[in-house]
């Protein structure tokens, strides 16, 4: 069974970083699709970032400029710089692992970021 557990949430004021990481208990991590979403309190949960096993990243729009999702390979972990953050960026982030064949999708408990004004 495969386990992600994702990290690095906290509380921070407006305008400044967190580093969110999330390790996946796989061999190799970059044959994965990651992806980084979150759930503000009383809203759905939508997608923020992903990253595939090319290297190729998406952002949603709200996001672009200030978010950066990479991976470390070696330590099976994508991470989610975020920057310049904002107090609507306030919500519980979650890290899903996607396997590269089934495609069967494994999710992280999450991890809450409160972003105060």
């Known amino acids: 069974q495969v386990q992600v557990v994702e990290s690095g949430g906290g509380s921070v004021q407006a305008g400044g970083s967190l580093r969110l990481s999330c390790v996946a208990s796989?061999?190799?991590?970059?044959?994965?699709?990651i992806g980084w979403y979150r759930q503000p309190p009383g809203k759905e949960r939508e997608s923020v970032a992903g990253i595939d096993s090319g290297g190729n990243t998406n952002y949603v729009d709200s996001v672009k400029g200030r978010f950066t999702i990479s991976r470390d390979n070696a330590k099976n972990t994508v991470y989610l710089q975020m920057n310049s953050l904002k107090p609507e960026d306030t919500a519980v982030y979650y890290c899903k692992a996607t396997s590269p064949w089934m495609r069967k999708d494994y999710w992280g408990q999450g991890t809450q970021v409160t972003v105060s004004s």
């Open positions: 796989v061999n190799t991590i970059s044959r994965w699709t």
